[in-house]
């Protein structure tokens, strides 16, 4: 599924408008049915002469075998988005499900922009949501193309021909044609500026179960990903990095590395000393072989227990004020009764199943020198423009291809792009043609950095006389991943949004509150993690509220709902949420208890219930409900799917995973036996309910992870009186 351009082939503009149909395609036949079905039909690379570009429709290609291949301009790494997009075109193209094809589209960000972003890339649950319209246009567009081209044909009027499943008809004559043969002539058509577009009560696509486009070849391993990428003479390169953040390379020797059979040479790079050798094993065996000094001057020596306190205290000093309403200090001196609870988080790891890696090969053509690299690029424009810096080679030089990709929950979308440095610095050490395949084992993965920044809460909550919350403060401390940075930018203020969203623009309102943020440094790379601010502020706020409501006398759910005051969709999945559990409040029943959270990110409302056991002092869970308003349902299957996994990801992190540093700074986990994940027996039964809704779809990508851990510790506390001040719930063994 890759695009390959090499000398005599077509460019990347060249290969999008190439002659085959509207723009380009060799595929697969439409009778292969099973590889319709999982997006096998992969994109072939073609000599074909261009022909005259159809730039309104770069998001499609029509074949002369009638197939419709989507390029997505956002990355697949599991969460749907090669389905949902083509979705949409499929919707108003009025296809035949099983002859869609998904690819991904080039890094070019002057098509294939994210328009929430302004630049090429994923994240923030915001592919389906920057991409409904565009995407629903671009079909329209292509329909409308198609039906000119049969009217023109046919010589009958454009308003009598119809299109339904794939075929294209006109009653009145008896006349159809599939896509494919009108394909050539469509393309020929002058480009509809403003195609009107199907109402809700017309869709056939859109709100029902497709299969996923990409489930079969990554189930019979056919799919392809950066890991699977390989190229002729082909060097295989690990990096040892500084075992310590903030240290620096001294110098090193590598005579014993060089006598590893498989070994072909050792480049010092910024990040540190690469091993490049002709296999995995050898490059590995000669990295383990090289004898390194680091200087830790400016090396983080604190210990995970050292920073928790100087945070928890940093948090309850206060910092600076991010919102706030009403008198806070006045509210709580008049408070019949006060509450203060102090949360701290620890640094998580990402740890997708795929760990780091990218290919990348530099040839020499007469007319210079040219890169291209095959890698799961999150940050399209960022990557591109940081590889053709790191090589000092015009941008419009080097090809990226985004792979399929094994995970990411934020782990490749990195300000600075040191993924994409480092694969750049690896090519450019030699000096010289050749191709490279960075390759970080899992132990360099869970090591090294770029992890959800540890942090810590203070909350304190004044009631009156009737039990009513009138006064909230939340105090947040941690890291800012954003500063020095190419996205600095996005600190407003002095408040980084992403360290803090989630505890403000609550939906709960109080006469008077203040939530402050205090700016906390240290050497460890942090960065966005699975629903980033919201992964720990979902928490700290939603099991205290719990504590405060019921210190009132107050109901949870009833309680939430009274301090609802203008988010009417927050109180739609709260009530939904009620119903499906016949909630009666968090009472034990056979050795059970339930607890609730609510929750909304990234303009996706969430509640979430569970339902635990007492397992030997620790949570054991059960059940999870969960009822979700995510707008327009594209595809069901794929919302509760990325509900499950959400879910699943922030169980595992919610019992067991932590990220520690030890005396002297050094990193206590390597790999899954000590930052394991949440295993097949210990995930809970999980239902689903959609809410319905006619607002444009939000994201569902990382929604459905931050209301689980407090569900969770309400559930606890409802089981066995015990408030939960940390996370994990599993104290690591190390």
């Known amino acids: 599924m890759n695009i390959s351009v090499k000398s005599g082939q077509p460019n990347r503009r060249q290969f999008l408008t190439a002659a085959g149909g509207l723009t380009l395609g060799l595929f697969l036949p439409l009778g292969n049915r099973a590889a319709a079905q999982s997006g096998a039909a992969a994109v072939l690379a073609t000599d074909a002469a261009p022909v005259t570009p159809f730039e309104p429709n770069a998001f499609i290609r029509i074949a002369l075998d009638d197939t419709v291949t989507v390029l997505i301009k956002h990355i697949e790494f599991g969460q749907g988005t090669y389905t949902g997009l083509t979705t949409l075109v499929a919707e108003e193209l009025d296809a035949d499900w099983l002859q869609m094809r998904a690819t991904s589209a080039p890094a070019d960000a002057k098509i294939y922009a994210n328009t929430l972003f302004g630049m090429q890339g994923t994240g923030g649950s915001t592919a ?42 006109h009653e009145q004559s008896g006349k159809q044609s599939s896509f494919g043969a009108l394909a050539d002539a469509a393309s ?41 990428i390989y190229r002729d003479n082909m060097l295989t390169v690990a990096v040892q990095h500084p075992p310590k953040f903030g240290a620096t390379l001294v110098n090193f020797d590598d005579t014993k590395t060089l006598e590893v059979e498989g070994v072909a040479f050792v480049h010092q790079l910024p990040t540190g000393v690469a091993v490049y050798a002709a296999n995995t094993y050898a490059a590995f065996k000669g990295r383990d072989a090289l004898d390194v000094n680091w200087d830790f001057s400016k090396a983080e020596t604190r210990s995970t227990i050292q920073m928790n306190e100087e945070w928890a205290a940093a948090a309850k000093k206060g910092g600076t004020v991010a919102e706030q309403s009403g008198d806070l200090d006045a509210a709580m001196a008049g408070a ?116 959800r920044p540890l942090t810590a809460h ?89 504590e405060a409501l019921l210190a009132g006398g107050k109901d949870v759910v009833e309680g939430r709902l009274e301090l609802i005051a203008d988010s009417p ?10 119903d499906m559990i016949s909630w009666a409040g968090p009472q034990q029943v056979n050795g059970r208890a339930r607890g609730i959270a609510l929750h909304e990110s990234f303009n996706t409302y969430v509640a979430m219930a569970a339902e635990v056991s007492d397992d030997s002092g620790q949570p054991k869970v059960h059940k999870i409900w969960c ?76 929604p459905g992870t931050p209301p689980i851990a407090p569900a969770i510790a309400n559930a606890w506390r409802a089981l066995t009186g015990t408030n939960t001040r940390q996370l994990p719930f599993v104290t690591p063994s190390v």
Request: net charge negative; hydrophobic share 45%.
């Open 128 to 169: 389906m949501a920057n991409s409904y319209m565009q995407m629903r246009k671009a079909g329209a567009a292509a329909r409308a193309m198609l039906v000119s081209a049969a009217a023109e044909s046919w010589n009958v009027p454009a308003g009598e021909i119809a299109i339904a499943n794939g075929v294209v008809s």
């Open 188 to 228: 020929k058509v002058a480009t509809p500026i403003d195609v009107p577009l199907k109402e809700a009560k017309d869709f056939v696509f859109i709100g029902t179960d497709q299969p996923k486009l990409d489930s079969l070849a990554k189930t019979d391993g056919s799919a392809e990903f950066a890991i699977d």
């Open 336 to 451: 019949a009764k006060t509450l203060s609870a102090d949360y701290t988080f620890p640094f998580l790891a990402h740890a997708p199943m795929e760990p780091i890696d990218g290919v990348i090969e530099i040839r020499e053509a007469e007319t210079g020198r040219e890169a291209e690299v095959w890698m799961g690029s999150q940050l399209q424009t960022v990557d591109h423009a940081t590889i053709a810096g790191t090589l000092e080679i015009p941008q419009d030089r080097v090809a990226l291809n985004t792979t399929l990709t094994g995970g990411s929950f934020g782990r490749r979308a990195q300000p600075g792009s040191p993924m994409a440095a480092e694969l750049a610095a690896i090519a450019a050490a030699p000096d010289k043609a050749g191709s490279y395949k960075m390759l970080w084992s899992r132990s360099d993965d869970i090591r090294g950095g770029y992890y």
């Open 458 to 546: 203070h909350l304190e909550a004044g009631l009156d006389a009737d039990g009513k919350i009138v006064a909230w403060r939340n105090d947040i401390a941690n890291q800012s991943f954003l500063r020095g940075s190419a996205f600095e930018g996005m600190i407003k203020d002095g408040i980084d949004s992403t360290a803090i969203e989630g505890a403000v623009k609550m939906p709960y309102k109080w006469p008077a509150h203040r939530v402050s943020w205090a700016e906390m440094k240290t050497p460890v790379t942090g960065l966005w993690w699975r629903s980033v601010g919201h992964t720990h502020t979902a928490f700290a706020t939603e099991t205290f509220l719990d």
């Open 569 to 578: 969709r927050d109180a739609w999945v709260l009530k939904r949420l009620a």
């Open 627 to 702: 009822a979700v308003d995510c707008g327009v349902a594209v595809n069901p299957n794929v919302i509760r799917a990325q509900i499950e996994g959400g879910i699943g990801y922030g169980l595992g992190a919610a019992l067991f995973n932590a990220i520690t540093l030890g005396e002297g700074g050094e990193v206590q986990q390597s790999n899954f036996d000590d930052y394991r994940m949440l295993r097949i027996n210990e995930m809970p039964e999980i239902e689903v309910s959609i809410i319905p809704s006619t607002e444009p779809p939000t994201g569902i990508g990382e």
